[in-house]
Nanobody
């Protein structure tokens, strides 16, 4: 079992920044991918960004150039730095840990509004 604890969501004005964190604990070993998905009201959950153990990253086209994903393997923690936030970034953001099994965090709300 892997437990994921997210933090860092909140309300921010358009153009602002937020940093999300997700700390994993439990049965963690080997290579695994960590990342972030988001789900806006009435929409499907979509990939925002993910990162492999070796640091390879993948981003949704809608966030390229604005969001940066990083991880600290020693702390089993993944971060999502979100800059130049737009109202359309408003969603619940979910952390994911993908190894032999897939684990999801509980989600953290990000609201971009003036």
């Amino acid at each position: 079992q892997v437990q994921l604890v997210e933090s860092g969501g909140g309300l921010v004005q358009p153009g602002g920044s937020l940093r999300l964190s997700c700390a994993a604990s439990g049965s963690i070993f080997g290579n695994y991918i960590m990342g972030w998905y988001r789900q806006a009201p009435g929409k499907q959950r979509e990939l925002v960004a993910d990162i492999t153990t070796s640091g390879q990253t993948d981003y949704a086209d809608s966030v390229k150039g604005r969001f940066t994903i990083s991880r600290d393997n020693a702390k089993n923690t993944v971060y999502l730095q979100m800059n130049s936030l737009k109202p359309e970034d408003t969603a619940v953001y979910y952390c994911i840990h993908r190894g032999a099994y897939v684990y999801w965090g509980q989600g953290t709300q990000v609201t971009v509004s003036s």
